[in-house]
């Protein structure tokens, strides 16, 4: 993966190249599995560090992208269970729309 759709709120310098090998990002792209923090989850020291969800975006079982979202706004203090459904929908569904919307 090395297209970029879009991004908001984050130093997109730091993002410009995601090493698939390593990271939380680069586990979601290359397995395909959805990373969701947790209360107790160990502290990261890395960029990664407010990473709260990663979706990966997927065509037909392959991976074609990632969605990575950083950190919640002020008054949120954790993903919901409606949340989770939204991020059920976006991983379902926003694979065909980057796709269709340009990333090929």
Known sequence: MNKKIGSFGIDESDWAVVPISKGTIGSVARTGTLFLTTADAAPRETLERTLTACLPLK???????????????QQKTGLEPVDHELLDLLES?????AILGGLS
Request: charged share 15%.
């Open 59 to 73: 065509l037909d079982d392959k991976v074609v992208g990632v969605i990575a979202i950083f950190s919640l706004l």
């Open 93 to 97: 569904h926003a694979a065909s729309a």
